[in-house]
């Protein structure tokens, strides 16, 4: 891209923009394989229900929220260079 050029270079915001929506997936894939682990756990009592308490009620949803914000964004980004190539030609 050159020095006098404004605006975004489109194939590469595309590029980030997948890139995101892939990242997305591999964390959503995360909070769901750590699901599995905890409750494959050999763990009895009251720690354990704080534990799955916190993970279920905290730290998931916040994680799977911030998977969705990425991929929502991944896409706004790719919105935005289709509409800069549109405007462009």
């Not at 923009?17 to 997305?24: F, H, L, P, S, Y």
């Not at 394989?33 to 916040?62: C, K, V, Y």
Request: no cysteine; aromatic share 4%; charged share 15%.
């Amino acid at each position: 891209m050159s020095q006098s050029m404004q605006g975004m270079d489109t194939e590469h915001g595309r590029e980030v923009g997948q890139n995101m929506g892939q990242q997305a997936g591999q964390v959503a894939g995360m909070v769901a394989n750590i699901s599995a682990m905890i409750q494959g756990l050999t763990w009895q009592g009251s720690d354990r229900q704080n534990f799955e308490s916190d993970w279920h009620g905290s730290f998931a949803p916040q994680a799977n929220n911030a998977a969705q914000t990425l991929d929502e964004q991944g896409r706004v980004l790719i919105v935005h260079a289709d509409r800069q190539d549109a405007a462009s030609s």
